[in-house]
Structure formats: structure tokens, C-alpha cells
T-cell receptor, first 110, second 114 residues
Framework: GQQLNQSPQSMFIQEGEDVSMNCTSS?????WLWYKQEPGEGPVLLIA?????ELTSNGRLTAQFGITRKDSFLNISASIPSDVGIYFC??????????FGEGTQLTVNP | NAGVTQTPKFRVLKTGQSMTLLCAQD?????MYWYRQDPGMGLRLIHY???????AKGEVPDGYNVSRLKKQNFLLGLESAAPSQTSVYFC?????????????FGSGTRLTVV
């Protein structure tokens, strides 16, 4: 299947710091989705992107759909302890199936 | 306001045993999916359904079967469990296949095969 390369694999930051993570692919996509998974729960949609160059915010989160349509990044500003979790990028394949990246594990130290 | 409910939440099986995982959604969604999550590998699609009575294979279907006899339920079966099927299983549903409304995930079933 189409591979999504997500980096970094893990991040350890101090509360208040900004965070940036990204996702790349060798294929062109029409959608980029960002999910967050908290311990013991399923992933929850944070931001959906549908156009190249699109920049979308959701509170302290900002995500962009790369111009080349092969990458996307997610920024979290002024991190807080409840930002802890695994962040996944994903895209929709034909047949309406989500394909996920490997995830970025975020740890926020108070 | 239940959303997607998975049962059971935890299960330990012996190699060769069979079991069925149940997923139920109360949002009248057309599409339903079964994923497995393993450390460092994200979520991988096992099987999915685009409507009642239909099923299709995903990325890692071997060793699993599914059924969607009712729109609100999607069952995942393991006929002869193997240690390689130790994983966390997530069910999801969506109103359409476009991703516009996102997927709603259940809380997962943690399965250990010994």
C-alpha cells in the first residue's frame, strides 16, 4: 500500500513549548487528515485538509497541506500536559479507506 | 450518545481458539471498518464495509472474517487465533466515504493470544 512516513517517532518536550511534526509520501494525495489518540482510546479527528496549500487551525493546532500534495505538517503551539498522546497523519485511498502513518508519540513534561 | 461501542474490551485467547469481536454504532453510518494497531505500525485496515450486507478486504485480511448483517453492527471473527494476532483492535464508522465527517472510532479491544 501507499506508505506514509511520519516524523519524528517520538518527542519529549516541556510544557509551553511549540511542537512540529510532519508526514511525507512518495504519492500525491487529495486529502490529509490528522488524528490524536489518547491512552486507552481510539483516534479522534483533529484537522482535515482537502486542497494543496491549505492552512487550517483548530485552537492551538495548525496543519498545512503541502503544495506538492506529498506532505503535510501539524504544529501545536504552547503545549500543555493534555496534549500527550499519539498523533497520526492519514489519507483517504480509493474506496474510502483511511491509511495511517506510524504515529508521533508526544510527551509533555509539566 | 454512545457512538461506536466495541465488545469485549479485553480478551485472552489460547492459540487455536476462535472468537468474535462486536462493533455497534448508533449514528446510522453507512461505512464501517476494522483496524488493528501494533506498536510503531500505526493502524492497519483489516476489513471494511460500505453498507449492510457488503464487506471487502483491507490491507491485512488474512486470518480474519467479517459480517455486516445489520447496518449498525460489524463483526470481526478469528477462526483459529495465532500469537501474531495479539493486538489492539479498533472499529470505526463514517457517514460517507469522503472523510468530510471524519471517522468515529471505538475505544478498542485488547486481544492477547497465548
Amino acid at each position: 500500500g501507499q506508505q506514509l512516513n511520519q516524523s519524528p517517532q517520538s518527542m519529549f518536550i516541556q510544557e509551553g513549548e511549540d511542537v512540529s511534526m510532519n508526514c511525507t509520501s512518495s504519492s500525491i494525495f487529495n486529502t490529509w487528515l490528522w488524528y490524536k489518540q489518547e491512552p486507552g482510546e481510539g483516534p479522534v479527528l483533529l484537522i482535515a485538509l482537502y486542497k494543496a496549500g491549505e492552512l487550517t487551525s483548530n485552537g492551538r493546532l495548525t496543519a498545512q497541506f503541502g503544495i506538492t500534495r506529498k506532505d503535510s505538517f501539524l504544529n501545536i503551539s504552547a503545549s500543555i500536559p493534555s496534549d500527550v498522546g499519539i498523533y497520526f497523519c492519514a489519507h483517504l485511498t480509493s474506496g474510502s479507506r483511511l491509511t495511517f502513518g506510524e504515529g508521533t508519540q508526544l510527551t509533555v513534561n509539566p | 450518545n454512545a457512538g461506536v461501542t466495541q465488545t469485549p474490551k479485553f480478551r485472552v485467547l489460547k492459540t487455536g481458539q476462535s472468537m468474535t469481536l462486536l462493533c455497534a454504532q448508533d449514528m446510522n453510518h453507512e461505512y464501517m471498518y476494522w483496524y488493528r494497531q501494533d506498536p510503531g505500525m500505526g493502524l492497519r485496515l483489516i476489513h471494511y464495509s460500505v453498507g449492510e450486507g457488503t464487506t471487502a478486504k483491507g490491507e491485512v485480511p488474512d486470518g480474519y472474517n467479517v459480517s455486516r448483517l445489520k447496518k449498525q453492527n460489524f463483526l470481526l471473527g478469528l477462526e483459529s487465533a495465532a500469537p501474531s494476532q495479539t493486538s489492539v483492535y479498533f472499529c470505526a464508522s463514517s457517514k460517507t466515504g469522503t472523510g468530510s465527517y471524519g471517522y468515529t472510532f471505538g475505544s478498542g479491544t485488547r486481544l492477547t493470544v497465548v
